[in-house]
């Protein structure tokens, strides 16, 4: 008899669209959706989950297709730096490039790229016309003023205003990119912002792979998770908030769990009430 594998890709498939769509409906029919780590490609997934296919997260944005925009964000700083991706030993521009052209190959389009916190660099301009030239809509939002601590203006014309809005079509809008620090967040943040002014209540959500949530701090899984990030500082963390609100152990990592109080006073600047009670 041949050994079953542990991860059900079918069952993934079906209840991560649900779950979107469902996301979707309880606000406005426009949910900007933070997608995280590897869209493709994901080989530390299945190494982790046994079963798991490397894109199946792709096959999940072919299946949104119908219903979705996506915007892929690159930080300016490393396009200068020409900051590499370990896992593939190519630089973060070129990796945009890759995935434009991968996404594609699946039938699926970029709606536009958005270059984050850019000033005007020769190399970031270079790598602007090079998208433009292949007919890549293109947006560059400067740094924020405000961020992270002055919400008054961080939520003002001065602040999020000051950035472009980015035209959508679609009730989802997913925002990627080739790393950490892309800018994914404060894209989302910015496209809210400018959205509510217009009289649409958009929301936010973020799709995660790891760490798993519903599983103990200590799990292999979620250690493994921990290994793989150790150049950024990542470490998992027992979520206090999570914890405070519903009296369950969830489990999440240090990054998201610094930037929620801030997350939170700025969705409840842009949308008026509390988000999180």
Known sequence: MGKAAGFDNEKYLQEQHE???ERVQTFDNKLYLEFGGKIMFDYHAARVLPGFSPNVKMKLLQKLKGNADIILCIYAGDIERRKMRADFGITYDVDV???IDDLRSWGIDVTAVV???FEDQPAVNIFKNKLERRHIKVYTHRYTKGYPTDVDTI????????NDYIETTH???IVTGPGPGSGKLGT???QMYHEHKRGVNSGYAKFETFPIWSI?????????YEAATADLGDFNMIDPYHLEKYNETAINYNRDIEVFPVLKRILNKIMGHEVYH
Not at 155 to 162: K, L, P, R, T
Not at 216 to 224: F, T
């Open 155 to 162: 939520v003002s014309d001065a602040g999020y205003g000051a």
């Open 188 to 190: 989302c943040l910015s």
């Open 19 to 21: 779950k979107i769509l």
């Open 97 to 99: 490039m890759r995935q």
């Open 115 to 117: 270059i984050t916190r």
């Open 216 to 224: 103990p701090l200590k799990h292999p899984v979620n250690v493994a």
């Open 171 to 173: 009730p989802l809008v």
